[in-house]
């Protein structure tokens, strides 16, 4: 069964240091997600990619989250500097029609920020 | 924007009972309904959905409603089974969009 592979499983990482996460979605996948769910909350959509073009980044604080898609295939959430509040799980997820219907998610990364 | 309320957030039943958990959603555009259940430490997995079309749907032991008046949807799940405890998400899409909103979750425990 295809998956979405994201890495590292987890990450342990200073306050003010820069992190970054990486996702390959299911081959033929063209819309990608990155999520942030929050321990205890469901997940809150971080940035969502049709292809290589970022479709909605209304709710990624942009000036410490950056995310690119660069040929259209795997994607690279980063965060620079990570504060404390930032520890959470960072799911990905792709599916292929870009209307949500049948979301596929990746096991995401675990980011405790110390 | 779409707000998802989902009720209760903790639910303890014992085997073999049935178990509903219940969403409202606000905006009327929405038109996809997703169930996910996430396992501890695990990936959310979809478990069942419904279009705004339906009004229900059924796999095996788990079913969703969907009531559009009154923009609520609920999963139902009979005979319940250890295995059924993990946390369920409910979820609403709105037509041509796709950020899945979802709500905040119920922690569903089955008791042998």
């Known amino acids: 069964e295809a998956e979405v592979a994201q890495s590292p499983r987890y990450k342990i990482t200073e306050k003010s240091q820069a992190v970054a996460f990486w996702c390959d979605p299911i081959s033929g996948h063209a819309t990608l997600y990155w999520y942030r769910q929050i321990l205890g909350q469901g997940p809150e959509l971080l940035v969502q990619f049709q292809d290589e073009s970022v479709v909605d980044d209304s709710q990624l604080p942009k000036d410490r989250f950056s995310a690119e898609r660069l040929k259209g295939v795997d994607s690279t959430l980063k965060i620079q500097p990570a504060e404390l509040g930032d520890s959470a799980m960072y799911l990905c997820a792709s599916n292929p029609t870009g209307t949500g219907e049948g979301a596929f998610f990746g096991q995401g990364t675990r980011l405790t920020v110390v | 924007g779409e707000n998802v309320e989902q009720h209760p957030s903790t639910l303890s039943v014992q085997e073999g009972d049935s178990a509903v958990i219940k969403c409202t959603y606000s905006d009327s555009a929405s038109n996809y309904f997703p169930w996910y259940k996430q396992e501890l430490g695990k990936r959310p997995q979809l478990i069942i959905d419904i279009r705004s079309n339906v009004g229900e749907k059924k796999d095996q032991r788990i079913a969703v409603t969907l009531n559009k008046t009154a923009k609520h949807f609920s999963l139902h799940i009979t005979e319940t089974q250890p295995e059924d405890s993990a946390v369920y998400f409910c979820?609403?899409?709105?037509?041509?969009?796709?950020?899945?909103?979802f709500g905040k979750g119920t922690k569903l425990s089955v008791k042998p």
């Open positions: 979820a609403a899409s709105r037509a041509g969009q796709g950020n899945l909103i």
